[in-house]
């Protein structure tokens, strides 16, 4: 045999046992028990006091001790118990070694739950001309708690009666907030109440609430309501161009085809008289050829042209088709062009879903999230510190919004920081301050865990910006693919 041969078997060979080895599971290791106990003796020794009669009468007897009893009975017989051998007791003390790793993937982080709400909002519309709400606010604990309640109004209205202990201030911008500071005895309730002036007759009103600790930073909770006016006419719907209408195009079609078939009708039917005419004339009359049985040889005919149909027949057929191509094309670019909204700016991987924009106060809903944002409150420019101790730009300020999340899946899901963005003037946006927002929430980071499902939280969101101007849109979302949803800031 070839030595190359050999050598390509010999490397076969190898091969093979390697992957023989591979495919058998590791051992599971022995018990612990197991390991600790060992073969039975041959001979097991009975300890005796070493005298002088029976050392020289009974010679000393070398046996085997067990493992984990070889050093006290070294100790106690003295030179009449020999040591094991050095490999055996390695061999014994050698530490098991680790079992593969388990075939199920180790559970995912806990979802996070709703912490227990001490106090608790509800707010309710009134049937009346005017937008009147009613706000309930209950403490369920059982200790008195001190609150600060405040209650956001629609863009350019004002209130026209407060219930007692109310005051109503400018929050910055063109809304106004009522702001009532309570204290609730354990397992009370109180109710309060607001007007306000209609700035449009018929139009409905949001107006959320919420109810604050003492120094009015971390909410408690928030509820929403909006008020419509009884008996309020539905909003005239603006009609379409009547060529958009679909009863019209149809009736267009229909005309244009009897029209078409009627031109078809006349055609055949000139067509038809002028050759019974032609073959009467080349018969030589109706009543030539009478009498005869046979017929005669068919005399050579002239060539005739073939008719074709009017140009005007096919000018018109041509304008029609042509006039139905561009009026449909026409109508669906309308329509295509009508859906865009040119106020939406544009967002990157919204996959899933569709884009939801509304207004404060107005629940938002997305593929996983029911976002609600009830107020947002901005510091003075120049008011914002680093969390880390740092310095911060001159004219940067916080501002920090009231925001409802809800999961409203079977599963619990995680929302990321990042891609909460508050949009400035100009299209610029910054994302979730998350060490301020970490702050805001008592040092508990609300992203770290997913929201488990069906579970409802308000908390507050800090987001860090420059200048002046307050952001005028929050976006919202649960995740990168997730097309979210924009709020307009009033």
């Known amino acids: 045999m070839p030595a190359s041969t050999r050598h390509h078997r ?9 992957g023989i080895l591979a495919a058998v599971p590791a051992l599971p290791s022995a018990a612990p028990e197991a390991a600790a106990t060992p073969r039975p003796p041959a001979a097991t020794p009975q300890p005796t006091t070493a005298t002088p009669g029976s050392s020289a009468a009974a010679p000393p007897v070398a046996a085997t001790p067990r493992p984990s009893a070889a050093r006290p009975q070294a100790e106690t017989a003295g030179p009449t118990v020999t040591q094991p051998p050095v490999a055996v007791v390695a061999w014994l003390t050698e530490p098991t070694p680790p079992s593969a790793p388990p075939a199920v993937a180790p559970p995912s982080r806990a979802p996070a739950s709703a912490p227990p709400q001490q106090v608790t909002v509800a707010v309710a519309p009134e049937s009346s001309p005017a937008p009147r709400y009613r706000i309930q606010v209950r403490n369920v604990g059982n200790a008195p708690v ?14 026209t009666a407060i219930s007692s202990g109310g005051r109503s201030t400018r929050a910055g911008g063109a809304s106004t907030e009522v702001t009532w500071r309570l204290r609730l005895p354990a397992h009370s309730s109180t109710t309060l109440g607001t007007a306000l002036a209609a700035t449009a007759p018929g139009q409905p009103l949001t107006a959320p609430a919420c109810a604050f600790t003492s120094d009015g ?5 928030c509820a929403t309501a909006t008020w419509k006016a009884a008996g309020a006419p539905a909003a005239e719907v603006t009609e379409a161009p009547p060529w958009r209408r679909y009863p019209v195009l149809l009736a267009g079609l229909a005309v244009l085809l009897l029209i078409s078939a009627a031109l078809l009708w006349v055609w055949r039917r ?4 002028r050759v019974t005419a032609a073959a009467l004339a080349t018969s030589g009359g109706p009543g030539g050829d009478r009498g005869t049985i046979y017929p005669r040889p068919a005399a050579p005919k002239p060539a005739r042209r073939r008719r074709t149909p009017p140009v005007w027949l096919l000018v018109g057929a041509a304008v029609v088709v042509l ?14 062009v009508s859906q865009i909204d040119t106020q939406k700016q544009p967002t990157s991987g919204a996959w899933a879903g569709t884009g939801v924009t509304g207004p404060v106060g107005v629940p938002l809903r997305e593929s996983a999230f029911e976002f609600t944002v009830y107020r947002m409150s901005c510091g003075a420019p120049g008011s914002a510190e680093k969390t880390d101790g740092g310095a911060a730009p001159a004219n940067s300020r916080r501002c920090q919004a009231t925001v409802g999340v809800r999961n409203v899946t079977g599963d619990h899901q995680p929302w990321h920081g990042q891609l909460q963005r508050a949009y400035l003037p100009g299209g610029r946006w910054v994302s979730t301050d998350e060490p301020a927002t970490r702050a805001a929430n008592l040092g508990r980071d609300i ?3 997913p929201m488990a499902a069906g579970t409802r939280m308000v908390l507050p969101l ?11 849109q929050l976006e919202l979302r649960s995740g990168v693919f997730s097309a979210g949803v924009r709020v307009h800031m009033p």
Request: hydrophobic residues 35%; proline residues 8%; contains cysteine.
């Open 462 to 472: 800090v987001f860090t910006v420059d200048g002046r101007d307050p952001p005028q």
């Open 323 to 336: 006039a139905g191509v561009v009026g449909t094309a026409g109508w669906t670019a309308t329509r295509q």
């Open 447 to 449: 992203f770290a865990d």
């Open 146 to 159: 001190d609150t600060t309640v405040r209650q956001e109004l629609p863009a350019g209205s004002s209130p």
């Open 270 to 273: 000139r067509r038809g008289r």
């Open 10 to 18: 010999a490397l076969a060979v190898f091969v093979h046992c390697l």
């Open 217 to 221: 930073s971390r909410p408690y909770d």
